[in-house]
């Protein structure tokens, strides 16, 4: 515990949280949502009007870690206006709790990954007390039992938490510990919950989720059974890891129709020794051959990707055979970085590259995608696809999504919620739009 703070203890209680990062921080702040709700706390959508403001951050890359601390330096005007509680949650929190609590004054409490349980008792004992809290424990928590409010028609159920993989530029298993798998039951408990409020489309979520494990249950068995949960429309998975994407995953998408044709697994790199010096264990030959397997047994899957351009040491040739690659596999979508060092990983030991030469390869790589993502979005074109509807689109529109995760519009208003049939008609942007098929 750390001395010092000023807080009122009239704070009515409404808190706003702030997300930076992945799909996984987003659960995480709806579950810190749940447990906020039941300790009496009331959210609110207005950031200047909440008497609690929760940072949950992300330090992937440098960046990440940078937007977020700027933004939490920006607050201190809000926190200074008195009675308000700020608090610091999630990767970057878990990370440099010392750094943030020994530079900026204003935040009142920091939370690592495993500690949200308490969030409601730190901030009634902060405004109690007037003192700054800091707790970073490291634990076996799966938060198993909350089950987080609907986001919408599609949302997340996390199946694991942590990650062991320690792939050598990643910063994710210092940050959020080994990977822990949570229960059957309680996954099947929060997916009829969810189910029961309305959401059609679930992506099952985790660093590695192809190495889900409790007792006998492996991923393959897990997905087989969420699919037979009475009421799942639509079923996904984020993210798989290569090396451990097995045949009997993909056979169980193949059987069943309400697991969505789509596989995300980031390649990272095209070259065989940077694929060893990033600890990825699979070689690219391994990789085309998942991949053909996928998309032999399933034609109608969509595969998305994740490549680091620039890693420490990458070649000219290195670097051109991740681009032969993305020329090669014609990925549906990929997320591509630029290698940034971090903290604690064994990459971060290497001599990085020049920027320069990071951002122009960085470039390169955006250059071939798009102009793959732009054909590929072209041969959609007459082409009948399922839409699930989420929301409105701009100009009285309406958005949906593929089973293969492709975003499309249709003029006019559908309700969020609906499935329909579509048939694209035109491109625009990047954007298909589509008319219901009657
Ligand atoms: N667990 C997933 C996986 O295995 O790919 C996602 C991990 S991470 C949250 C998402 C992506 O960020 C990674 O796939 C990788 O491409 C990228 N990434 C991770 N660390 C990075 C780093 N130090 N520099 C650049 N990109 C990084
Ligand atoms: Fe990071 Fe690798 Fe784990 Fe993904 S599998 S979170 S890239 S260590
Ligand atoms: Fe996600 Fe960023 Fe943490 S990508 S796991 S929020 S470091």
Known sequence: ??????????????????????????????????????????PTADPDSADIHIVNTCTVRQHAANRALSYIAGLKRWHDRGGRVLCVTGCLAQAEADEISRRMAHVDLILGTDAYQNIGDHIKEI??????????RVSNETYCGIYHPAAGVADFVAIMRGCSNYCSYCIVPNVRGPA??????????????????GVKDITLL????????????DFAGLLERVAKIPGTCRIRFLTSHPKDFSIKTVQVIEDYCNICEWCHLPLQSGSNRILSLMNRRYTKEQYLDLVRNIRDRIPQ???????IAGFPTETDEEFLETIALLEQLRFDDAYMYRYSPRPGTKASELTPLAEEMIKERLSALIAVQTGIVKEKTHEMLGKEYEVLFESAAKQNGSRGKTRGNKDVVVRGHIEPGTIKNVVIKEIKGHTPIAEPVD
């Open 1 to 42: 515990m750390i001395e010092g703070s000023g807080i009122n203890t009239n704070s009515s209680g409404r808190f706003y949280i702030r997300t930076f990062g992945c799909q996984m921080n987003k659960n995480d702040s709806l579950l810190m949502q749940q447990l906020l709700a039941d300790a009496g706390f009331e």
């Open 127 to 136: 405004i109690a007390k007037k003192v700054r809290l800091v707790d970073t």
């Open 180 to 197: 822990r798998s949570r229960p059957y039951e309680d996954i099947r408990g929060e997916i009829t919950y969810l189910i029961e409020r």
């Open 206 to 217: 985790g660093q590695n989720v192809n190495e889900y494990r409790h007792n006998d249950l």
């Open 301 to 307: 899957a969509t595969v998305t990707t994740d490549v």
